[in-house]
T-cell receptor
Framework: NAGVMQNPRHLVRRRGQEARLRCSPMKGHSHVYWYRQLPEEGLKFMVYLQKENIIDESGMPKERFSAEFPKEGPSILRIQQVVRGDSAAYFC???????????????FGPGTRLTVL | KNQVEQSPQSLIILEGKNCTLQCNYTVSPFSNLRWYKQDTGRGPVSLTIMTFSENTKSNGRYTATLDADTKQSSLHITASQLSDSASYICVVSARGSGTYKYIFGTGTRLKVLA
């Protein structure tokens, strides 16, 4: 059972371009979370998705950022018109369908490091 | 406001020594608390997870404690190894409306020297 996969691992974009980050959750996992980590800082929650639904996007900037988790295929985090401040590591995590219990562990991918020139 | 604070921010110890990392939280309603290890350039990996009723949980040389009354947790690392050099992140989850919110601490950066 492969872990959470993210690609690309490294992405370089010039200001104004678009960045697309992909996340394939673990097999059987239907919940996906995106986090951003700025250099020397902790992870910050961005968005929580289930298949075809955005459950919580309270951590997502209102403009330029969007996320989707289609019925088929990976989850995509899309950043339009990137700026230098978007340079960060973006981590995806997945978890299985909630069983109603208190254990709902997230498994993290290796991250995508975005550099905006 | 839901917050998780960790201390110290960074720590340097010699190989073979023990150390304890602290986590204080103000999260409600509390569901569980996890400690993650994040190696440089990698994603976080879970070390321990504890619910409200659990006081201590061990995973090899890692032992986590939880005091739900004072809202404090600690991660104790015994007989440290060079490979323990990493960031250790405390994550507290709050449950509401059938979903979970995860609040991350900023982590403690541990450096183990030979």
């Amino acid at each position: 059972n492969a872990g959470v996969m993210q690609n690309p691992r490294h992405l370089v974009r010039r200001r104004g371009q678009e960045a697309r980050l992909r996340c394939s959750p673990m097999k059987g996992h239907s919940h996906v979370y995106w986090y951003r980590q700025l250099p020397e800082e902790g992870l910050k929650f961005m968005v929580y998705l289930q298949k075809e639904n955005i459950i919580d996007e309270s951590g997502m900037p209102k403009e330029r950022f969007s996320a989707e988790f289609p019925k088929e295929g990976p989850s995509i985090l899309r950043i339009q018109q990137v700026v230098r401040g978007d340079s960060a590591a973006y981590f995806c995590a997945s978890s299985p369908p909630s069983s109603g219990g208190t254990y709902n562990e997230q498994f993290f991918g290796p991250g995508t490091r975005l550099t905006v020139l | 406001k839901n917050q998780v604070e960790q201390s110290p921010q960074s720590l340097i110890i010699l190989e073979g020594k023990n150390c304890t990392l602290q986590c204080n939280y103000t999260v409600s309603p509390f569901s569980n608390l996890r400690w993650y290890k994040q190696d440089t350039g990698r994603g976080p990996v879970s070390l321990t997870i504890m619910t409200f009723s659990e006081n201590t949980k061990s995973n090899g040389r890692y032992t986590a404690t939880l005091d739900a009354d004072t809202k404090q947790s600690s991660l104790h690392i015994t007989a440290s190894q060079l490979s323990d050099s990493a960031s250790y992140i405390c994550v507290v989850s709050a449950r509401g409306s059938g979903t979970y919110k995860y609040i991350f601490g900023t982590g403690t950066r541990l450096k183990v020297l030979a």
